[in-house]
């Protein structure tokens, strides 16, 4: 079974920081992208950053320059390091992988659980 396990988040300052951490468990399994997405109520969950397993990187607009996304792949592990936080990044935060439990299994989508991240002015 392939879950992931975030940590992290919090309540914070605006321009503060904040670190979230994913790990995916398994040790036969196999992990190909991983990305943080947000969500407020009401709104679609959106995209934060992505990164895959070869180290490509992309961002979202609105955190380009404040949100630092890093990965070690022996750990299955992703962090997401968020500094100049402001409120409107205020949000669950949910760790995505695309990933299989062994080589013998396809490819799915999973999710962590969320941690919730306020931000206040």
């Known amino acids: 079974q392939v879950q992931l396990v975030e940590s992290g988040g919090g309540l914070v300052q605006a321009g503060g920081s904040l670190r979230l951490s994913c790990v995916v468990s398994?040790?036969?399994?196999?992990?190909?992208?991983m990305a943080w997405y947000r969500q407020v109520p009401g709104k679609q969950r959106e995209l934060v950053s992505i990164?895959?397993?070869?180290?490509?990187?992309n961002y979202a607009d609105s955190v380009k320059g404040r949100f630092t996304i890093s990965r070690d792949n022996f750990k299955k592990r992703i962090d997401l390091q968020m500094n100049s936080l402001k409120p409107e990044d205020t949000g669950v935060y949910y760790c995505?992988?695309?990933?299989?439990?062994?080589?013998?299994?396809?490819?799915?989508?999973?999710w962590g659980q969320g941690t919730q991240v306020t931000v206040f002015s």
């Open positions: 995505y992988a695309r990933a299989r439990r062994d080589w013998t299994m396809s490819w799915s989508d999973y």
């Open positions: 990164i895959t397993s070869l180290g490509n990187i």
């Open positions: 398994g040790s036969s399994s196999s992990v190909n992208d």
